[in-house]
Each structure stands twice: as structure tokens, then as C-alpha cells.
């Protein structure tokens, strides 16, 4: 056989971050090769819907579908909230991930699961995953991929923290000796915070905005304290003019939304400290040292580590490759027998 038939026989394991925003697949001795939005466009047809688009494709259609068309996140707070359309949706990224590889057998997978997830949640998103092809499905809990992304010494007898902030939830863990020596989920996530930005703005400005305005004015203005001046930088949005049923624009400020961002804010650092309470003395020592990881997209909202420091008494800090540490944590299990350990199944 020569070099590029082995090349195009090589293994198509793979590690899944099946996220509610976000969905990033890691390819066995490739990496990452696929990170898209978990967002499924149905059409329907006769009565009977059909998969439009998926990923990007089916994101950027959000709120500008006709009634023939709807937009579908599959997953909700992490786990999934319709079988079906999330076994299209897994199928469609397995498929993409793995290119035009000839496979002789159907890929191991390795797929992340929040903490606090029931067993009827897991068995959920286990279906899903063989549904879509996969000849053995493991599970590995968030926090523990994300501390093994992030670099963290999850082998060592010594605590770590890690803060993973998604879409649906903030997963806390504290982990020493590949276990995870305590851990909690609160369903709090990029999603809640996009939800208090669309209802600030109505309520301050009578406008009505979608959810992917709500998205990208975060990810510009958004910040987790008041700005120093009390206003800070401001930006247009545009939307519908609640009262009077007509396009509109109106400009906000840094301000308008640190305040209206403080409440999701304030419960994920009320999750850390629950977790710090409830976190063994001798792992509560090392975490003077070691302080607490922060991963995720949340961890990209400007301010937010300063703003768990000072809650916490502890140096915080974000992950090099936040947003795909989970991915990059599974990805690692796949590869390193010494860390198979930390999967499940069921």
C-alpha cells in the first residue's frame, strides 16, 4: 500500500466539544479540524421537514428564515433537547470533519458532557452519537477536558480549578489526580447573557433586537464591570422600534450593558464561590498557588477574570485557546492511553 493510501486509511477517531453555541471537533492526530455554530436549518417540504443547512450555513439564517424555514439549536444548557435533529447535525460535522478519508471501520469518539448531566441526559447524547455513526462512544465531563486543554497538571496530586464558561452553562471543576474532586454546573452561559442584552435594550430603548445582534454587540462592547468613566464606549444597534413597528436605530453604551450583564455575571461567581466552599482544605491550599483557570467564550467577556479575582482572593487566569480547550482536552484523552482513565460509558 503506499504512503497516501495509508495516508487516506489513517484512523478518524474523533473528540467532540458538542456544545449549545458552539460545536469544535478534534481529529485523532490532526486536531482541530472543524468548529462550527449548533444550529440546524429545517426545511419543510409536503409536511415533512428536511435538513437545510448546518453550522454556519444554518447561523447565518437565524431570524431571516419564511415560514417554511426554522432554525434549530439541538442542544439546550449542554444537553440535548431534540434526538433527531442533533443526530443530523453530529452526522453532517463527523462527516465534514473526516474529509475524504476511506474509512474501514467507523470511528471511535470521544464526546464531552457537562458535570451535573442526569444518566438520562448521557444516555441522550451517547444515542446521538452512535446514531450518527460512531462504533464506540466514551464520555469525559467538561471541566476535566477543559483542564486537560488548558495545560493544567490533572496527573499531579495537586488541585486545580477550572472555570469553563459555554454557551448554555458555566461548568466549575476542581480537579487533582485525574478526578474531579468536586464539581458543579450552574445553566448560565453566553446564551443567558445574550438574553439579558436583548432585554435591556427593549426595556431602555423600546427596540427589539435579534439574537445575533445581541451576540455580536457583546462580544464588542460587552464587559463584566462598570467602565471607569461611568459611560464607556458606545455603538449602534440597529432592530424594530417596539411601539412603532418600524426599523430603528439607538446607540448604547458600555455602561447599559455591564449593568444589564451583571446579573449572569454575578451567578457565575456566585457557582465559583459555592464550589471554594464545598472544595477540600489541603486542594483549597494548592489553589493559593495554582489560582483558577478560566475557559470557554465567556472568558472572553472583557473584565470578567479581574471580576472573579476580586471575588475570590485568587489570581484567575484565561486559558491560551479558551474557546477550543475542551476540544483540545478530549482530543488528548483520545490520543494518550494514560488519560483513559478520566472517560465513561454507559
Not at 465534514?96 to 467507523?106: E, M, P, T, V, W
Not at 465531563?141 to 496527573?155: F, H, K, N, S
Not at 445574550?194 to 445575533?212: K, Q
Request: hydrophobic residues 45%; contains cysteine; negative net charge.
Amino acid at each position: 500500500m503506499t504512503v497516501m493510501n495509508l495516508f487516506q486509511f489513517a484512523a478518524a477517531d474523533l473528540a467532540i466539544d458538542l456544545g449549545t453555541a458552539n460545536t469544535v471537533v478534534y481529529l485523532r492526530d490532526h486536531g482541530i479540524v472543524l468548529a462550527e455554530p449548533s444550529v440546524v436549518a429545517l426545511e419543510t417540504i409536503s409536511g415533512a421537514p428536511r435538513v437545510r443547512a448546518v453550522g454556519i450555513d444554518a447561523k447565518l439564517m437565524l431570524g431571516k428564515t419564511p415560514d417554511n424555514v426554522r432554525t434549530i439549536r439541538p442542544l439546550r444548557n449542554g444537553v440535548v433537547a431534540d434526538l433527531e435533529v442533533a443526530e443530523h447535525m453530529i452526522k453532517h460535522f463527523i462527516r465534514k470533519a473526516q474529509g475524504d478519508r476511506k474509512l474501514r471501520r467507523s470511528p471511535e469518539v470521544v464526546i464531552c458532557v457537562p458535570s451535573n448531566s442526569t444518566q438520562v441526559e448521557r444516555r441522550a447524547i451517547r444515542d446521538a452519537v452512535s446514531n450518527a455513526g460512531a462504533r464506540q462512544v466514551w464520555l469525559i465531563d467538561e471541566p476535566m477536558a477543559a483542564a486537560i486543554g488548558a495545560g493544567l497538571p490533572v496527573a499531579e496530586p495537586t488541585g486545580s480549578m477550572v472555570v469553563d464558561i459555554g454557551g448554555g452553562t458555566t461548568e466549575v471543576g476542581v480537579i487533582s489526580i485525574q478526578g474531579m474532586t468536586m464539581s458543579t454546573s450552574v445553566r448560565i452561559g453566553g446564551d443567558r447573557m445574550d438574553e439579558a442584552i436583548t432585554a435591556a435594550v427593549r426595556r431602555n430603548h423600546n427596540l427589539l433586537i435579534g439574537e445575533a445582534t445581541a451576540e455580536r454587540v457583546k462580544m464588542e462592547l460587552g464587559t463584566a464591570r462598570m467602565p471607569a468613566d461611568g459611560e464607556g464606549r458606545k455603538v449602534l444597534i440597529k432592530g424594530r422600534n417596539v411601539a412603532r413597528g418600524i426599523p430603528a436605530e439607538v446607540e448604547i453604551t458600555g455602561a447599559e450593558l455591564a449593568e444589564a450583564l451583571a446579573e449572569p455575571v454575578g451567578q457565575i461567581v456566585q457557582a465559583v464561590r459555592m464550589a471554594l466552599e464545598h472544595t477540600p482544605p489541603e486542594i483549597a491550599a494548592d489553589m493559593i498557588e495554582s489560582g483558577i483557570t478560566m475557559t470557554g467564550g465567556g472568558s472572553l467577556l472583557a473584565d470578567i477574570a479581574p471580576v472573579l479575582a476580586d471575588a475570590t482572593g485568587l489570581a484567575v487566569v484565561v486559558a491560551e485557546d479558551p474557546m477550543n480547550c475542551v476540544a483540545l482536552g478530549a482530543g488528548r484523552v483520545l490520543e494518550d492511553l494514560s488519560y483513559r482513565g478520566v472517560l465513561h460509558s454507559i
